[in-house]
């Protein structure tokens, strides 16, 4: 078995590398001419404030809402490249939102940041006009890289979610894959273009009080030697409900390309995360019933 992932492994790097667009090929690879069932809802009037949505393929009852950020060093992403994301959750029989967010250096941060409340906030209300198709009390939110930070942050400091109506409360739990929680002082210059002078205190998840945090599911890749495993144990350490899963012999794309279901399906990503989604489920089963 180790042996048909390495091959597995060898055979989308080398697709990777004979490709333009590396995500872009792999998302086709993966998703084929899966679309959003709604694409480009407008949360914000910038251009980048789209979001996607997908509904599971079983529509005779609302589906649960996970909202995926993806990452990009928050100066680049494309919500239409992670369709292999929302079929892996779909199939799962979560609805999916998408959304693009402003990017690095047309803005900084907290913009992003702020974007991820209002999608937030905006697909509360579309669950609520539309309630036959999604529950969104609470929602998911799940993210890769940069894209799990903004989820993880938004939540942690109190006053992104509140300056939307919203609160931790209306957060079910949050998956983090392959996070920067930790990274101050921004020794790269991606976090020094896009965070500036922020002090600590504004930008790291592992400053805030994290004593409202829902429960959370961190996983990270002992050989990613982009966002190290540390900001992950750090955060585990800090907050008052999440759980650590460290995946041997995985880089930083390691556990995003583990949501595909061609050659890169990794169990040691997707079992935690089914029962992490399961676990959430159960709790809120008396608030979804009512909606």
């Given at each position: ?94 609805a999916v939102a998408i959304p693009d967010y402003r990017l690095v250096p047309q803005i900084r941060f907290p913009e992003f940041i702020e974007d991820g409340a209002r999608a937030l906030a905006f697909m509360k209300h579309y669950g ?143 079992d935690p995360i089914r029962e992490f989604l399961a676990a959430r489920k159960m709790q809120t089963a008396p608030l979804l019933s009512t909606q």
């Amino acid at each position: 078995m180790r042996v048909l992932k390495l091959t597995a492994n060898a055979l989308i790097a080398a697709l990777f590398l004979a490709a333009c667009d590396k995500l872009a090929a792999f998302n086709h690879l993966q998703a084929g001419d899966y679309h959003p069932t709604v694409a480009d809802l407008r949360y914000g009037d910038d251009e980048r404030q789209k979001l996607d949505l997908y509904l599971p393929p079983d529509r005779s009852k609302p589906a649960p809402l996970i909202v995926w950020f993806y990452g990009g060093s928050w100066d680049s992403g494309d919500k239409a490249k992670y369709a292999f994301v929302a079929k892996r959750f779909t199939d799962m029989g979560y609805a999916v939102a998408i959304p693009d967010y402003r990017l690095v250096p047309q803005i900084r941060f907290p913009e992003f940041i702020e974007d991820g409340a209002r999608a937030l906030a905006f697909m509360k209300h579309y669950g609520d006009q539309h309630p036959d198709r999604i529950t969104v009390s609470p929602m998911i939110l799940a993210g890769h890289s940069a894209g799990a930070y903004n989820a993880v942050q938004l939540v942690a400091d109190q006053s992104y979610l509140a300056s939307v109506g919203m609160s931790s409360n209306d957060i079910a739990g949050i998956i983090g894959l392959s996070g920067p929680y930790d990274f101050y002082p921004y020794d790269v210059k991606a976090t020094r273009i896009a965070f500036g002078e922020t002090p600590a205190a504004q930008s790291q998840p592992v400053e805030q009080d994290l004593s409202h945090m829902p429960p959370m599911l961190l996983i990270t890749g002992t050989r990613d030697h982009t966002v190290y495993p540390r900001n992950s144990r750090r955060l585990a350490e800090l907050a008052p409900d999440a759980k650590l899963i460290e995946i041997d012999d995985t880089g930083h794309a390691g556990t995003l390309i583990a949501l595909g279901s061609i050659l890169t399906e990794n169990r040691a990503v997707l079992d935690p995360i089914r029962e992490f989604l399961a676990a959430r489920k159960m709790q809120t089963a008396p608030l979804l019933s009512t909606q």
